[in-house]
């Protein structure tokens, strides 16, 4: 059974810097395409960043050169690395994998909230 | 970047009731469109991918049609599980994988 597991939410500062887990199970995350979407508290989905099965990497033009997308194979676990953090970072992160046609399996998401 | 725009905001049913929800893409994204359900507190959940294919498990009453620019998710008899908010997402210039602002369908 495919499993997607966050953790490292929390209140943090702005400017301050978090790191987001996702562990994953009945798959290999280094085999496929995964992604980071959030969803700030009453508001829509906004995708985040994607990390390819080759190890490319993209980024929202929101996060760019903040966040880091990375994964540890042999934790087969995904990452996502905030720095520089501004109040309209707030929201729930869903670690997410990608399939062809669409993002067939998300985590329950973990609230991040920046916040003085 | 292609914007999505779903219409209505917010659609009114009574179960039993057809539902039809529409996105519309500001360029062509050919087939290359998902439909996603959201139910508070839960993650979203794939529906349709490339406009007309439902997901595993996804039941019969929801079918996805369009292609180019225009979009439409009908669920065919409403259960009372279906009322959720339903995102659309683009997946033809992806990434990034741009979602639209989304339905919410409400019980009547």
């Known amino acids: 059974e495919v499993q997607l597991v966050e953790s490292g939410g929390g209140l943090i500062q702005p400017g301050g810097s978090l790191r987001l887990s996702c562990a994953a199970s009945g798959f290999t995350v280094s085999s496929n395409y995964m992604s980071w979407v959030r969803q700030a508290p009453g508001k829509g989905l906004e995708w985040v960043s994607v990390?390819?099965?080759?190890?490319?990497?993209y980024y929202a033009d929101s996060v760019k050169g903040r966040f880091t997308i990375s994964r540890d194979n042999s934790k087969n676990t995904l990452y996502l690395q905030m720095n520089s953090l501004r109040a309209e970072d707030t929201a729930v992160y869903y670690c997410a994998r990608e399939e062809d046609g669409g993002t067939d399996y998300w985590g329950q998401g973990t609230l991040v909230t920046v916040s003085s | 970047e292609i914007v999505l725009t779903q219409s209505p905001a917010t659609l009114s049913l009574s179960p039993g009731e057809r539902a039809t929800l529409s996105c519309r893409a500001s360029q062509s994204v050919s087939s290359y469109l998902a439909w996603y359900q959201q139910k508070p507190g839960q993650a979203p959940r794939l529906l349709i991918y490339d406009a007309s294919n439902r997901a595993t498990g996804i039941p019969a009453r929801f079918s996805g049609s369009g292609s180019g620019t225009d979009f439409t998710l009908t669920i065919s008899s409403l259960e009372p599980e279906d009322f959720a908010v339903y995102y659309c997402q683009q997946r033809s210039n992806w990434p990034p994988g741009t979602f639209g602002q989304g339905t919410r369908l409400e019980i009547k």
């Open positions: 990390i390819y099965s080759g190890g490319s990497t």
